[in-house]
């Protein structure tokens, strides 16, 4: 019988082959680690928001956990030609970080609300 994770060439398993960042608050699974990219060349990066908040982000490709619930907003991006939208969880609304769209289209997920693979 075929178990899905059966193991592959090199001793890896389907399931390592392809690990998930998941919603630190809710376990669920929000992104996968192909999908991430550097942020201006970076593996994670610190930003502050206009309430002084500072966040450190990781920069994704793709999120399907997420759900974005704000409209596009230019307003104090922290990337250039880029607007931003909130994003939370799509199972349980923790807010997980933003959306940029325009000049680029990725995710910026705050690093403490995942689990890392």
């Known amino acids: 019988m075929l178990r899905e994770d059966a193991q592959q060439a090199g001793g890896a398993t389907r399931a390592d082959a392809d690990p998930v960042w998941r919603c ?3 376990g669920a699974e929000v992104a996968r680690a192909r999908d ?3 942020l201006d060349g970076a593996a994670t990066r610190a930003f502050v928001n206009p309430e002084g908040i500072e966040y450190v982000v990781a920069g ?3 999120a399907a956990g997420c759900s ?3 409209d596009p907003s230019p307003y104090w991006s922290w990337f250039p030609g880029c607007s ?4 939370l969880c799509r199972s349980c609304s923790a807010h997980l970080g933003w959306r ?5 289209r990725f ?3 705050i ?3 995942l689990t890392a693979p």
């Open 111 to 113: 690093v403490d609300r």
């Open 107 to 109: 995710y910026g997920l």
């Open 100 to 104: 940029f769209s325009g000049a680029a």
């Open 36 to 38: 991430r990219i550097p």
């Open 60 to 62: 994704f490709s793709e």
């Open 68 to 70: 974005e619930v704000s």
């Open 24 to 26: 630190a608050s809710c």
């Open 84 to 87: 931003w939208q909130v994003s």
